[in-house]
C-alpha cells in the first residue's frame, strides 16, 4: 500500500494566522489547508491521508475542544495540535487528556511547531498503518465462512482436528475438508503459515 | 433741609391764621426781632420800639416774631414778615438774598454813635493770667453761642488778623443761646475763653449772673464812645430793616416814627442807617455770609444745622463703604472658593470619566491582548517561514508578497495598539466637529474582541462616513463601548448572544442605539438605571450609564433606554452641526 503525501490542516478564524502558519508549512514542504471554521475542517477532510491538524481552541461557533471530540468520534487519523491566544490551562488539560499533540500558545516557536507537526505526522502515519493491517485481517478474515472462522480459532489455539471436532461436535473429516479450504483461501501449505497469516497483520 | 421745611410750615401756621381773621381790623404789621439770648430779653429790648411805633401809627397794629436768623430768614422767604429788627450780619445776608434795606440803625441815647455800637468781649477765667491777648488764643477751646452770633464773627476777623486760622489753629465750643451758657462753659473749663457780645458781661454782672471779677477781658480795644470793655474793633448797631414785599408807604411811616421816638430810660433810639460798611469788611475778612464760596455756604450751614442728620448720614456711608468693601471682598472670596470648587468638581469629572474608561479598558484588556497576539503570530511565523526559504535557496522575489502580509500585520497590531492608548489617554480633547463614523468603527473595533471571547455576536451597521458632529471623540467611544459592555453582559446567560450596533442619521441628530436580547431590565431598576454607583453587576463601578448620561448632555444630546419586550435598546444622540468636520 503505497502511502500518501501528508496534508497539514490550518484552522484559525484569524485569516493572517491561518495564511501564515501556511506560509511556514509550505516553506518546508508539506501540503496545507486552510480553513476558517470546524465545519469548513470537517467537511473537507481527508481521512486516508496521513495528517496533522493545527487548530485554534477559540473559534466562533463550534469550538476548538468540540471539534476534537468530534474527530474522536469519526475516528479521524489526524494528530491534533492546538494553539491558542492565551495560556488556558485547564483547557490545556482537557485537550492533552484527549489526545493532543500538543498545546502551543501564540506567538509560538517556528521549530516547535515544525517538530510538532512531524510529530503528528507521525503517530498520524502510525495510525493510519494499524488502520491498515486491521482492515487486511478484516478482509482476509471476512473472506472465510463462520464455520471455517471457528475452526481458525481453534487451530490457532493449539487443538487437534480430533479435538475440535468433538468441540464442535462434527466429523474429524469435516474438520479436516476446513482445514484445507483455509489452507487454500490463505495460499500457505503449513498450519505454521496459517497462523502468521491469521495474526500477524505485517504478513 | 427737613428742618427748614418744617420751620416754614411753622411760619405759615403761626401768621395764615390771625391775616385772614380780622380783616376789618387794623392791618397786623409783622416785625421779626432776632432773638440772641431767648425770647424774653429781645421782647423786652424791643418792647419799647413796638410801643412807639403802635402810638405813633395807630392804624396798624404791630407785632412782634422773635427767632433766630434761620428761623427769621426763613420767614422773610414766605413773605411773612414786613420788617426785622436784626444784627448786622444777618442784615447782610438778608440784603443779598432778599432785598433787605436798613432804614435805622439802633442808638442808645447816652452810649456811642451808631456805627460803633457793637462789638465782641473775649474773656477768661481770671486765674489764667498767661492769657493776655488775642494772639494768645492760639490752640486754645472757644466757647461762643452759635458759629453765626455777630460777637464771635467779630472776634473771628481779630484772630485771623493776627494769623490764627480759627478753623485749624482752636477749637470752637458752640453752646447756644443765651449768651450766659458761654459764661458757663468757661467757668466749667469746657472752654478756655469766651466770645461774647459786646455789653453782654456787664449786663451779666449788673444783674448778678457773674461775679465782677470772675472773667477777665483779653485783648482789649478802645471802646470810643461805647461804655463797655471790646476786644474787637466796633460796628452799627443793629438795623431796622425792610424787606423786598414791604409796601413803601408802610416803610416810609415807620422810618418817620422811628426817627422821631424819644426813648426813656434803657431804651433804643433810632438813628438814620449806617451804609454797615464795615460789616462788609467784617464777612469779606471771614468769607461768611454774602461772601462765603457758594457751595461751601451751601454745605457747611446744612451740615452745622443738621448735624445729627450729617452725622447719621456720614455714619450710614461709613456703613455703606465698610458694608461694600466686606461684600466686595466677600464676593472675591466666594468667586475663589466657587471657582475652585468647580476646577475640582471638573478635576472629578475628568478622573471619573478616566476612571471608568480605564475600567472598560480593564474589562476588555484581555480580549485586546489576544487581539493584538494575533498581528504578532502571524508576523513570526511569516518571517520564520521566509527564513526557512531563504536557507532553502528560495528566490528573494518570492518572499515580496510575505513581506508585505508581514507589514500588514505589523500595521495591525499598531492600530490596535493606538487604539487602547488613545481610548485611556487621560487629557479630555475638546469639542471639535469630527464625522463620528471612525471613532464609532474603533470603538467597535476595540470591543469586537471581547465580544468573540464571549461568543457573542455582535451585529454592527455603521455608515462609512456620517454628517459632522460637535464631539470629543474619546468620549463618545466611551459611551458606546460602556453601552457594548453592559449589552454584553446582559446577554452572558442567553444560548444564543447577540448585539445589536446601528448608527444613523435621525432628522437633525445622530441616532446611536445598542440593543441586546438578553432577559431585559430588572423590575425597578429602570429608574435608578441612571444614578450614580447604581449597578447591578458583581464588579461594576455603578458609574457608566450616569456617566454617559452626562457624556451625552455635555455634547447636546440624550441617553435613553427603551426596556421593549425581547430587546432592551439604550439610544444616545447628539444633533448634528453644520459645519464641516475636521480632519
Redesign the interface.
Known amino acids: 500500500m503505497s502511502e500518501q503525501a501528508p496534508i497539514i490542516y490550518i484552522v484559525d478564524d484569524?485569516p493572517?494566522?491561518r495564511?501564515?502558519?501556511g506560509?511556514?508549512v509550505?516553506?518546508?514542504g508539506y501540503d496545507y489547508r486552510a480553513c476558517a471554521s470546524g465545519a469548513e475542517l470537517l467537511a473537507g477532510l481527508d481521512n486516508a491521508r496521513p495528517a496533522c491538524i493545527v487548530l485554534d481552541v477559540?473559534l466562533?461557533g463550534v469550538s476548538g475542544l468540540e471539534i476534537q471530540r468530534e474527530l474522536q468520534n469519526r475516528g479521524a487519523v489526524a494528530g491534533v495540535i492546538f494553539?491558542t491566544?492565551?495560556g488556558d490551562v485547564p483547557k490545556a488539560v482537557r485537550a492533552m487528556r484527549h489526545g493532543a499533540i500538543d498545546f502551543l500558545e501564540?506567538?509560538?516557536d517556528?521549530q516547535i511547531l515544525l517538530d510538532r507537526i512531524s510529530d503528528a505526522l507521525e503517530a498520524s502515519r502510525a495510525t493510519l498503518a494499524q488502520q491498515g493491517r486491521r482492515e487486511k485481517l478484516e478482509r482476509r478474515l471476512g473472506a472465510l465462512t463462520e464455520r471455517e472462522r471457528e475452526v481458525l480459532a481453534l487451530v490457532i489455539a493449539g487443538k487437534t482436528s480430533k479435538a475440535i471436532a468433538a468441540e464442535l461436535d462434527i466429523s474429524s473429516k469435516t474438520v479436516e475438508n476446513h482445514r484445507h479450504n483455509l489452507m487454500a483461501k490463505a495460499g500457505v501449505s503449513s498450519v505454521a503459515q496459517l497462523i502468521s497469516w491469521a495474526t500477524d497483520e505485517s504478513a | 433741609m427737613t428742618r427748614l421745611a418744617l420751620i416754614l410750615f411753622c411760619a405759615l401756621a403761626a401768621f395764615a391764621a390771625p391775616g385772614a381773621a380780622r380783616a376789618a381790623e387794623p392791618v397786623e404789621v409783622r416785625i421779626g426781632v432776632l432773638a440772641y439770648r431767648g425770647a424774653e430779653d429781645a421782647e423786652r429790648s424791643w418792647q419799647s420800639t413796638l410801643d412807639h411805633l403802635a402810638r405813633a401809627l395807630p392804624h396798624y397794629r404791630f407785632r412782634m416774631v422773635s427767632g433766630t436768623a434761620a428761623f427769621l430768614t426763613a420767614a422773610v422767604a414766605a413773605h411773612r414778615l414786613d420788617f426785622l429788627i436784626t444784627n448786622p450780619g444777618h442784615y447782610l445776608e438778608l440784603k443779598v438774598d432778599y432785598s433787605a434795606a436798613a432804614i435805622a440803625t439802633e442808638q442808645d441815647l447816652e452810649g456811642p454813635t451808631p456805627s460803633e455800637a457793637v462789638g465782641a468781649t473775649v474773656f477768661v477765667l481770671d486765674d489764667h493770667p498767661e492769657i493776655q491777648s488775642i494772639a494768645d488764643l492760639r490752640n486754645l477751646r472757644l466757647a461762643a453761642v452759635a458759629p453765626d452770633a455777630f460777637g464771635y464773627r467779630a472776634a473771628l476777623r481779630e484772630l485771623i488778623e493776627r494769623g490764627i486760622d480759627p478753623a485749624r489753629d482752636t477749637r470752637q465750643v458752640f453752646v447756644g443761646f443765651p449768651v450766659d451758657e458761654v459764661m458757663r462753659a468757661v467757668r466749667d473749663g469746657r472752654a478756655d475763653a469766651g466770645i461774647i457780645r459786646s455789653c453782654a458781661l456787664e449786663k451779666l454782672v449788673q444783674e448778678g449772673a457773674i461775679g465782677k471779677d470772675e472773667f477777665r477781658v483779653i485783648g482789649r480795644r478802645p471802646s470810643g464812645s461805647l461804655n463797655c470793655q471790646v476786644s474787637t474793633r466796633l460796628y452799627p448797631g443793629w438795623p431796622f430793616v425792610t424787606v423786598a414785599q414791604t409796601p413803601a408807604p408802610l416803610a416810609r411811616d415807620v422810618a418817620q416814627a422811628l426817627f422821631a421816638m424819644q426813648p426813656g430810660q434803657d431804651e433804643k433810639a433810632w438813628a438814620q442807617p449806617d451804609a454797615y460798611g464795615s460789616v462788609q469788611d467784617l464777612y469779606r475778612t471771614l468769607k461768611v455770609g454774602p461772601y462765603a464760596p457758594f457751595t461751601r455756604l451751601g454745605i457747611a450751614d446744612f451740615i452745622v444745622e443738621n448735624r445729627v442728620w450729617a452725622g447719621l448720614v456720614l455714619l450710614a456711608a461709613l456703613w455703606w463703604l465698610t458694608h461694600v468693601a466686606r461684600v466686595s471682598y466677600l464676593v472675591r472670596k466666594r468667586t475663589r472658593e466657587l471657582q475652585a470648587a468647580h476646577d475640582a468638581a471638573r478635576l472629578r469629572g475628568e478622573q471619573m470619566e478616566h476612571t471608568v474608561r480605564l475600567s472598560l479598558m480593564g474589562e476588555m484588556a484581555?480580549s485586546l491582548?489576544?487581539e493584538i497576539?494575533?498581528?504578532?503570530?502571524?508576523?513570526?511565523?511569516?518571517a520564520?517561514?521566509?527564513e526557512?526559504?531563504i536557507e532553502?535557496g528560495?528566490d528573494p522575489q518570492s518572499l515580496r508578497d510575505?513581506v508585505q502580509?508581514i507589514a500588514?500585520?505589523a500595521e495591525?497590531a499598531g492600530d490596535i495598539v493606538r487604539r487602547m492608548k488613545d481610548f485611556v489617554r487621560k487629557n479630555p480633547a475638546p469639542q471639535v466637529p469630527i464625522d463620528p463614523a471612525p471613532a464609532l468603527h474603533d470603538a467597535l473595533a476595540l470591543f469586537e474582541p471581547t465580544a468573540?471571547?464571549a461568543?457573542v455576536i455582535v451585529e454592527s451597521e455603521i455608515p462609512d462616513s456620517l454628517p459632522a458632529v460637535r464631539a470629543d471623540r474619546l468620549q463618545l467611544e466611551e459611551v458606546v463601548i460602556n453601552l457594548l459592555q453592559n449589552a454584553l453582559e446582559a446577554v452572558s446567560a442567553q444560548e444564543e448572544k447577540r448585539i445589536g450596533l446601528k448608527v444613523r442619521v435621525n432628522g437633525d441628530r445622530l441616532d446611536v442605539s445598542v440593543s441586546d436580547n438578553g432577559p431585559g431590565l430588572a423590575p425597578g431598576a429602570e429608574e435608578h438605571l441612571f444614578d450614580p454607583f447604581f449597578t447591578t453587576k458583581k464588579n461594576g463601578l455603578g458609574l457608566g450609564l450616569s456617566l454617559s448620561r452626562t457624556i451625552a448632555e455635555a455634547h447636546g444630546g440624550g441617553l435613553t433606554v427603551d426596556p421593549g419586550d425581547g430587546a432592551t435598546v439604550f439610544r444616545f444622540y447628539i444633533p448634528l452641526i453644520e459645519e464641516p468636520a475636521r480632519v
Open positions: 484569524d493572517a494566522v495564511d501564515a502558519v506560509f511556514l509550505s516553506s518546508v477559540r466562533p494553539i491566544g492565551h501564540k506567538p509560538f517556528d | 484581555s491582548a489576544h497576539n494575533q498581528p504578532l503570530a502571524a508576523i513570526l511565523t511569516y520564520r517561514g521566509c526557512r526559504r532553502g528560495a510575505a502580509r500588514v500585520q495591525r468573540r471571547a461568543d
